[in-house]
C-alpha cells in the first residue's frame, strides 16, 4: 500500500519518506495545504501540540527499510545521544520506536506517523494529543484532513531545535516547498560559525521554508528571505507565525535581483543536485555539473557581502574525470578577491539510478558529488581552508558510495535503471 521513494542520496536527492497515493485513500481532503490559510490561531494551537508532546525527539528515529546493517552501531550511538536519523532507513526501525516509546511516551512516535512519515491515523491514537476543537481549527486550517474514523496531514512539519517547520509532503508539483537533511545540517552548521555574532541585516537567499533564516533570525535586526517560488515565500510567513517570528520580509527574486543593499550574514541551500536544466527542476537541479548556479550567486556574492560579514552556502563538489570541481571553479571565480573560503565536505553522493540521470552523468565525465558547505568571509589575501564537520559520517557515506557502484557494476547485482 505504501511506496517508497527512491533514495538516491541523504540530501537534495529523493528521500526514502513513504508517501501513500490519493487514490488509495478517496475519502480524504487532498488538496493542497495552502500556507496563507494557515492563521495566527491554527499556528497556535499546533505549537503548543507540538511543543506538549516533545516532537522534536522524532528527528531520532530512523524509517523502516535498508540493509546497511554496518550503519547501525553510528545510528543507534546517534540514536542515544539525540542525534538525527529520521532521513535514514534501519532494518530494525521497531527498536528505536520502543526505545522512544519508554524514554518518551507514545506521543512524539503517533506525531510522527502523521507529521513526518505521512500516514493515516486513527482518531483514537490522536485523541490523546489533540482535543475536538484543536482538531477542527487544524482542519480549517488546511493542515489536516479528517475522514472514516483517521487523520491525516496535508503538509510535513520538521522540527529543527526548538522550532518547527511546515513543508510539503510530496514532491509531485514542480514548485514544492523542500526541507530535507541538508536543510537541517545547515541550520547546524551556520549556528556553529555565527555563533556569538549579532546581525543588522541579514539575507536567507533560495529560502524555502525558511528553515536557515528564521532558525538565525534571533540574531538578526532584520531578515529578508527569497525565493523564486511564490509558494516558498508563502510557507516562510507561515513558519514564521508558528515560531513566533515578526521581523520577516519575503522578497520574490531570482537570485540578488530584487533585493537591494548589503548584508551582514547570507545564507543559501542552493539548488546542487547535477541536472542538464538549471531550475529545471525548480528546488535542487543546480546546472550540468550541479555548481552552475552556486557559481552564479557566488560571482555577485563579495558586492552583497557587508565589511565583516560571513556567508554560509551549502551546494556540492562534482567529480568529473576524477578531479574535484568546486574549489577550482570557486577560484576562478573570486581568487582575485581578498576573500577566506572554508570548504567543510559533509558526505558523499551515490551514482544516480535513474537512466536519463546515468546518461547525464555519463555524458560528462561525471562520477558523483558530495555535499558541502563554504564559508566566505573578507579575507588580508584570498586564501582556502578544510574544515571537517563529522569525519565519521563523510568516510562512512564514501564506502557506501563505493559499495553503490560495485553493485551497480555487476550485472548479477545491478538494479534496473527508473526511466
Ligand atoms: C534546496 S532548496 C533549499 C530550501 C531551504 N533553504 C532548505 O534548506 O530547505 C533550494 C531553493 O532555492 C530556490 N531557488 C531556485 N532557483 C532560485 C533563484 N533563481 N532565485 C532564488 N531562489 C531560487 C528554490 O525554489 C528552493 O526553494
New binding site residues.
Partial sequence: MYRNHIKLTSG?GWDPVETLSSHESPDFNEARFEPKGFTEGAAAVLSSILQNSRYECIVRLPQAGGNRWYSEPVRLAKFFTGGVNCWKQSPWQGLYRTLLEREQGPLPTILFDLFFLHRNVTLDRIDTIINTGSLRILEDAGILSVSNGAVRSRVRCYPVGNRYFLCDTSRDQPDF????W??HL?VDIAAKYCRGRHFSRSL??????G??GLSLAPQSDESFY????PR?LAMVEANARLNKLTTVHAVH???FSNIPGCFDCITA???YVPHPVI?AQ???GGGDIGIE?TIRLLRELPDRLAEDGISVI?TSDPIVHGKRQLIARVTRELGHLPLRVVLIPLFTNSYPMTRPMQEHYDSLGLSGYDDCILIIERGKKYEVEHHQHDRVHYYRTKVDAWLDWRRRANPATRDRPQS
Fill in positions: 537534495q516547498v523542500y526541507i530535507g541538508d536543510s545547515m536567507d537567499l533560495c529560502t524555502g521554508s528553515v536557515q527569497v525565493d523564486i517560488n516558498a527574486s531570482d537570485l541551500n542552493t539548488p531550475g525548480l528546488p535542487i548556479f551549502y
